[in-house]
Structure formats: C-alpha cells, structure tokens
Nanobody, 119 residues
Framework: QVQLVESGGGLVQPGGSLRLSCVASGSIIRIYDMGWYRQSPGKQRELVAIISRLGYTNYADSVKGRFTVSRDNAKNMVFLQMNSLQPEDTAVYLC?????????????WGQGTQVTVSS
C-alpha cells in the first residue's frame, strides 16, 4: 500500500509565490512519472505539470514560465514552485505518481492541498 501526502498550500496575493511538496510512502519499489493536477469547482481536473524519473518535464500552457516541477528520487518527493500566481490558479492541487509496489504499478493520488490566490 502506498500513500501520497501534499503540503504547502495556502492563501496568497496575486503575483505571489507558493511551493507545494508531496511525499510518497509505503511499499515502494520505484516511482515513475510524478506530477501535479488541479481541480476547481465546476471544472474538470487538469494536468498542471509532470516530471519523469529522469527529469523530463511537461507543463500546461497556462503555467509555462511561471511554475516549475522538480523531484527528489532519494526522498520520494515531488515539488511545484509556483510564481506569479493569479486568481485563476485557485484550485485544489493534487499530487499524482505512478508507483511500483509489490502489487504492480499503481497510479496513486494524494488528498490535495488548497491554493487560493486572492487580494
């Protein structure tokens, strides 16, 4: 069994920054892609950023140049540095990872952390 736990959300003014963290724990053999999604009320869940085990990244067009995803494979962690935040970035941010455990490769999700951008 594996678990993902996010942290770092909160309230920030437009133009501000936040850094989200996510740590995976449990019966982990290897973690493949890790990433961040977000969901706002009435909207579909959307991909924000994803990073492969080797560090290849992909971003949603709406966050390119403002957000940076990174990971620490030794600590089973993924991070999202968010700069120049705007009200439209307000959402619950969820961590996602493809985790190889003794049960196979399991797409896993965290519970989410709220990010609110408002003056």
């Amino acid at each position: 069994q594996v678990q993902l736990v996010e942290s770092g959300g909160g309230l920030v003014q437009p133009g501000g920054s936040l850094r989200l963290s996510c740590v995976a724990s449990g019966s982990i053999i290897r973690i493949y892609d890790m990433g961040w999604y977000r969901q706002s009320p009435g909207k579909q869940r959307e991909l924000v950023a994803i990073i492969s085990r080797l560090g290849y990244t992909n971003y949603a067009d709406s966050v390119k140049g403002r957000f940076t995803v990174s990971r620490d494979n030794a600590k089973n962690m993924v991070f999202l540095q968010m700069n120049s935040l705007q009200p439209e970035d307000t959402a619950v941010y969820l961590c996602n990872a493809d985790i190889q455990s003794y049960s196979g490769i399991i797409p896993s999700w965290g519970q989410g952390t709220q990010v609110t951008v408002s003056s």
